[in-house]
């Protein structure tokens, strides 16, 4: 437990002095501190037993920490663009992105030092140079405050979203009912619920993305559909087209906010193979799926 705690100081140090650019030293000890007259302030109050070892000023030291900060955005922007140029393809664009969307951009994306956080922001300007609108303020704001851990639940859900091309939105299917007769109004039919724990992923990833604002809360209801109705979702480089056997059918799904659908469009992950045997296993006794590759 000792070396353990040894090298947490070592390691809060190091991370001092990266952010300050000096370092940090021990002026005193443990057991002196309560014995030691000279160990308490004016006040009463015990004296820390560090300090930041430098003779500068406050002032200049608060400078060079300033200079520090400014040095490291510097380089996290210079980082993010030089992705987004090599993101971006070769390819006829007559529009640029609003010069008020880019200040935005480097304002607050300069922070980012993780590489697969930086990844997204160069996905985001590339996209946002190819067709100008793409993603909102909103977005970037979302972004900024994300950390890699709700990044990877994000990547996790996208892989069960499919993408509906006539609301133009992503949702992810989480079962069906069939609407009661008028015999049977108190209750619905049997409901039939996919496991998506058995996908990987757990429930406080759902929660998370709701936290974010990236899922709306409630779990939503389709409008009824009827015998033949069809809904067409596309998963990265597959389609799946769900034709209803019968009438009187709901689908329930979690679904995408704007922003959500927007940051789900940096991510190209491949649709999650165990969602798609519980798609097929749950939903073909009432539906016809037909998968088909896309290029």
């Excluded at 019968?246 to 979690?254: E, G, H, P, Q, R």
């Amino acid at each position: 437990m000792a070396v353990k705690t040894a090298q947490a100081r070592v390691n809060l140090a190091n991370t001092i002095e990266s952010l300050l650019g000096y370092p940090i030293i021990k002026v005193g000890n443990n057991e002196a501190s309560h014995n030691n007259e000279q160990s308490y302030g004016p006040q009463g109050k015990v004296k820390p037993l560090y300090r930041i070892n430098s003779d500068n000023t406050v002032l200049a030291r608060a400078q060079k920490r300033q200079d520090l900060l400014l040095i490291k955005q510097q380089q996290n922007i210079e980082t993010i663009l030089a992705m987004a140029m090599d993101f971006c393809p070769d390819v006829a664009s007559s529009k640029q992105p609003d010069a008020d969307w880019v200040e935005h951009f480097v304002a607050l994306c300069g922070d980012t030092s993780n590489q697969s956080m930086q990844s997204l922001w160069a996905k985001i300007l590339t996209g946002e140079t190819l067709n100008p609108g793409t993603f909102s303020i909103k977005s970037l704001q979302t972004l900024k405050h994300m950390t890699q851990r709700e990044a990877d639940s994000l990547q996790k859900c996208v892989s069960l979203s499919g993408y509906n091309e006539k609301d133009d939105s992503h949702f992810i299917l989480l079962g069906f009912y069939k609407k009661p007769s008028l015999f049977d109004l108190l209750r619905k039919g049997n409901k039939v619920s996919l496991n998506l724990g058995k996908t990987g992923i757990s429930f406080p990833d759902i929660l998370t993305l709701m936290d974010l604002n990236l899922l709306y809360r409630k779990e939503i209801e389709s409008a009824v559909l009827k015998t033949g109705q069809e809904l067409t979702l596309s998963f990265l480089s597959q389609k799946v087209t769900l034709k209803a056997k019968n009438s009187d059918l709901v689908l329930s799904y979690y679904k995408f906010t704007q922003t959500g659908d927007e940051l789900s469009k940096l991510i190209n992950y491949p649709v999650n193979k165990v969602y798609k045997q519980l798609l097929n296993s749950a939903l073909e006794s009432e539906f016809e799926l037909a998968w088909h590759t896309t290029k």
